[in-house]
T-cell receptor, first 116, second 110 residues
């Protein structure tokens, strides 16, 4: 079946512009996670959702970052007034069940964001 | 709170064994292991849960010492396909907020 998909795969934007990164999880997966991954490093947790509810946003670096999942499926990570330090690979992951259990996460291919 | 992985890098010949370790300073609920090949997304290998339950999809074994907050991934009779970077992700509560280590790079040569 289809895995996690993300779009766009590559995004180049100028400093100060807003960007929206999209994640389409595996059908039926309850939980959705956003990570940021620097080259050569492990994924860094940003935020996660169970259904449409944002359960934890403690990893969002500052208030320029926000995420939503209004219908409990597709999610959008928005970065306002981008800065060069925001350049990274942004990955989304989904898992079958939500809070209270521990399940494997399926990662998407990521969006490579470059801020010039 | 980031778990510490060791070693940072390993070079093996096909057929050799390796152990990758992951340790945390905090009490853990579960440890997840992922492998990432260059330019690709991380791929799930195994979950180890507090209480001893394990869930995995490949012929790779692991252990979880809850008292020491440590986990080890055992790669036996390594194959060329095992090459990649291995990450452990730790969860403190009964939900999947994972904190990943910095990774262990594994290279398997013929």
């Amino acid at each position: 079946g289809a895995g996690v998909s993300q779009s766009p795969r590559y995004k180049v934007t100028k400093r100060g512009q807003d960007v929206a990164l999209r994640c389409d999880p595996i059908s039926g997966h309850v939980s959705l996670y956003w990570y940021r991954q620097a080259l050569g490093q492990g994924p860094e947790f940003l935020t996660y959702f169970n259904y449409e509810a944002q359960q934890d946003k403690s990893g969002l670096p500052n208030d320029r970052f926000s995420a939503e999942r209004p219908e409990g499926s597709i999610s959008t990570l928005t970065i306002q007034r981008t800065e060069q330090r925001d350049s990274a690979m942004y990955r989304c992951a989904s898992s079958p069940l939500g809070q209270g259990l521990s399940y494997e996460q399926y990662f998407g291919p990521g969006t490579r964001l470059t801020v010039t | 709170q980031q778990p510490v992985q060791s070693p940072q890098a390993v070079i093996l010949r096909e057929g050799e064994d390796a152990v990758i370790n992951c340790s945390s300073s905090k009490a853990l609920y579960s440890v997840h292991w992922y492998r990432q090949k260059h330019g690709e997304a991380p791929v799930f290998l195994m979950i180890l849960l507090k209480g001893g339950e394990q869930k995995g999809h490949e012929k790779i074994s692991a252990s979880f010492n809850e008292k020491k907050q440590q986990s080890s991934l055992y790669l036996t009779a390594s194959q060329l396909s095992y090459s990649g970077t291995y990450f452990c992700g730790t969860a403190r509560g009964g939900y999947n907020k994972l904190i990943f280590g910095a990774g262990t790079r594994l290279a398997v040569h013929p």
